[in-house]
């Protein structure tokens, strides 16, 4: 069994930046491939990036490749979503989960968060 809790969400203008943190509790957070996932209002739920249980391996989606970083910490059980540039459409709740395989589809992740809420203003 894994907790995870999400932190770091909140209200800032287009342009600015965000950091997301993940942190997970229960079985060793490196047994884990990570994902953050969004989801807009009236929308389905999205990937938005992902690492590999190593660390070495990162995923993104197209609309945020070069804007958003992911990365680990295994001695905090905390994984993070770096978020630059932030536009309105980047404006959902995300949420962080675990996989043991790294997977892009949310039916592959056995253990979500609870969700923080990101909104970007014009």
């Known amino acids: 069994q894994v907790q995870l809790v999400e932190s770091g969400g909140g209200l800032v203008q287009a342009g600015g930046s965000l950091r997301l943190s993940c942190a997970a509790s229960g079985r060793t957070f490196s047994s884990f491939a990570m994902g953050w996932f969004r989801q807009a209002p009236g929308k389905e739920r999205e990937f938005v990036a992902g690492?590999?249980?190593?660390?070495?391996?990162?995923y993104y989606t197209d609309s945020v490749k070069g804007r958003f970083s992911i990365s680990g910490d295994n001695a905090n059980n905390t994984v993070y979503l770096q978020m630059n540039s932030l536009k309105p459409g980047d404006t959902a709740v995300y949420y962080c989960a675990a996989t043991v395989v790294i997977s892009t589809r949310s039916v592959d992740y056995s253990y979500w968060g609870q969700g923080t809420q990101v909104t970007v203003s014009s």
């Open positions: 690492i590999s249980r190593s660390g070495g391996s990162t």
